[in-house]
């Protein structure tokens, strides 16, 4: 390993207010973001909650063409990467564009778009042999979500490699663990990293439904995200982007700009036990994470956070939560543990991405953002899970987890830089 | 820098299924490319595909598999049993967190995403399948084949739409020399449905010739576009020192890797086709004059051709090294593209044999040393190019495994 | 409404996720699913069908926790019942 990566920049575009402060203060606030979906007449489904956005494209400098031709999680993704370019200092004018890479995470791609076309050319669902003459020139760029990666490129002007990261829902650490190691082995100068998603679509709002995996609590969909409460009973689609600007410390501390925190180790693993279930006892889970921290040279007890995959699923809290203990130890009942999920839910491949702005910011803070809707965990959840209001505390070593569909099993380790 | 191999290929083409079938007909120019047959695509303006032959799931794959996978990843499972066969492994003889597998994708299981997209428009959301949540999403070939075979090591999914496959073979090759161990990469593609078709066309790169033998005329003055196809390859690939320790057969070397991305069509400036090339010669420390043959990305668009023209002769001076394009008899595999074309490169290079391209009336005005009929050639070194819609290249140098290691860069 | 069957149940679980190693019938009748080659997936996709077919609505618990093919039945049969009802 060559150079160390930092995280210069940061964009977020999330449920609940757009713009990295926006996000940050609805954290630390505590408030949620979930509501009764509004994209569409939920009537039908079984779940019927999400936490949407609020987003204009055209506020935020998208113009009609651009608009029309990207799929909503395409506009995110540039609007957001928009942001944590501005907010690093750079200046498209300072690169070599042949220098700056570009990694875009994503699950599930433009879903929406898809879906939305789906209906058109197969006259609601009708014909087989669906109609060309009814599809839009775009629909090839929602037929491969590569498009997410080359209009981030085309935004800011990158020409270095450029790529879509797709492990489901890992995909956002993913997409920064692949970007870390282009800078590491100096590859680029810069790396414009993050994820996006916006999968609040019918088709895949009847897909959780069909294996009960998003919650029915529909009555009370403020408080529909649970993650570690004893009451909760499955995870609330999200959608949303976080992107970063990467690069190398000494090139970072060179232009003297603004370093948030270093990524200092990353690993992932497959767990080669089901596409959808978890084996309960977290084995591939802390594997990762016991490399991701051992690629930082961090030991367990100096883990001063742990930012959770908390996707209030009967079977995930209890898997990530023997995870947490088979690598870390008796730290893993003295490290506050949480799951940003509660407020701003479950956004697929982004989510990962949003929560590695999240761990950032807690060191930018100092301050742990809670779980909301906490009230009686599960007791076999049984772990410090910071719940309903943000504590203010010394963060210096933030653990990021993510585990996902296939069996990914995902971790990254960020430190403050001194 | 640590050496990787290559140890074993598992492939499924158009123009053969299984390894020794397609080095068969590719070798001999037997082309894979006729009318759809998997949906009616008459009504198509283009209704041309290379479809894998002879492929039935419930031979190779248990039934349990068969209603939660779509056809592009059954025909990756199989892929991947037989390059872990070809490579002499055996998963469980391995450390539990040893094997990693790294695919590419394009589009995910889009055969599938249209029937469960029928299922919900036509009859309602309660009729979609619980595999919908899977079976589409673009990490299942990973997923799947790390299941079946009980790989834990490290995995994930590119997706640079032609250019993937390479990227994720690159990926591996990082892998490999950050944590040893194992790693199975590659591609297997294909969505030849009618979702699917209409959304290629769309795209505006589909040739709506109906003749077999010259819809796909890359480097031709009239090309106009290609024929798709599924399939792809899989390859075994692990730390070199390790592959001669447990005296494993090697095919080569993956010595060279580069990517970019073109500049914005606006630009007017030069699509960025010739720097991954540069990259991926100065990553394997060669000069163009050591690389023997160009497996080249053949985009039959004349734009595009003549872009990848351009680039082969800056480099290498027209007409300076043999070029070809054997997807021409299976037609554009996307993300399965690049994998294929490596495992191509490797059995050319171990039998001196350069295969063919299927094209028609190729222009002179290009200045290729096109390669249209099987030529014997003593190789040790191949460039493979690879592009995807939107604007990705890359570009990897294979070795045999008795070409000269290149000193640490 | 007509009972619904063990052959019913061996039927759907062969459409909705193919032959399992052991035939589920008589002697499985209190075998674990898992045993029989049937995982959680499986049983979800069996359930959408058998509501579908049957008109009914399964609790999403009940079928989690019937992870025997015995098990399974009384809870698709209760409930048919209790549509009915």
Known sequence: MGHRAVITGIGVTAPGGIGTKAFWNLLAEGRTATRTISFFDPAPFRS??????????????????????MDRGAQLAVVTAAEALADSGLEQGDLDPHRVGVTVGTAVGATMGLDQEYRVVSDGGRLDLVDHAYAVPHLYDYFVPSSFAKEVAWSTGAEGPATVVSTGCTSGLDAVGHAIELVRDGEVDVMIAGASDAPISPITVACFDAIKATTARNDDPEHASRPFDGSRNGFVLGEGSAMFVIESLERARRRGAHIYAEIAGFATRCNAFHMTGLRPDGREMAEAISRAMDEARTDPADVDYINAHGSGTKQNDRHETAAFKRSLGEHAYRAPVSSIKSMVGHSLGAIGSIEIAASALAIEYDLVPPTANLHTPDPECDLDYVPLTAREQRTDTVLTVGSGFGGFQSAMVLRSVA | MKSVVITGTGVTAPNGLGKDDFWDATRAGRTGIGPVGRFDATGYPSTLA?????????????????????????????AADW?????????????????????ASSSG???????????????????????????WFYAVNSGQISIRNGLRGPGGVLVSDQAGGLDAVAQARRQIRKGGGLVLAGGVDGSICPWGWVAQIAGGRLSTDPDPGRAYRPFAADAAGHVPGEGGALLVMEEEDAARARGARIYGRVAGYGSTFDPHPDTGREPGLRRAAEIALRDAALRPSDIDVVFADAAAIPDLDRVEAEAINALFGPGGVPVTAPQTMTGRLNSGAGPLALSTALYAMRDGLIPPTLTRDPSPA????????????AMSTALVLAR???????????ATAEAPVAAPA | ????????????????????EVAVGGDSLDTDFAEIGYDSIALLEAAGRIERQLGIQLDDETVGEATTPRLFLAVVNRQGSADAA
């Open chain 1, 48 to 69: 019927r909650v999400a936490a949407e956005i609020d987003f204009d494209p055209e506020a935020h400098g998208l113009g009609p063409q651009e608009i029309r031709r």
């Open chain 2, 50 to 78: 290379g479809e894998v032959p002879g492929f039935v799931a419930r031979d190779h794959l248990p039934s349990r598999l068969i209603p939660q996978t779509d056809h592009m990843t059954r025909l990756a499972l199989v």
């Open chain 2, 83 to 103: 390059a872990l066969a070809d490579a002499g492994i055996v998963p469980s003889e391995w450390p539990e967190f040893g094997i990693g597998v790294m695919t």
């Open chain 2, 109 to 135: 299981g889009f055969e599938f995403g249209q029937g469960e997209l029928k299922n919900l428009w036509s009859k309602g959301g309660q009729y979609v399948s619980a595999y919908q949540s899977f079976a």
């Open chain 2, 366 to 377: 290009y200045g290729l040393d096109l390669v249209r009929d099987t030529r014997e050639a």
């Open chain 2, 388 to 398: 995807g819609q939107g604007g990705f290249n890359s570009a990897m140098v294979v």
């Open chain 3, 1 to 20: 409404m007509s009972e619904f069957t063990v052959e019913d149940l061996g039927r759907v679980l062969r459409e909705a996720a193919g032959e399992s």
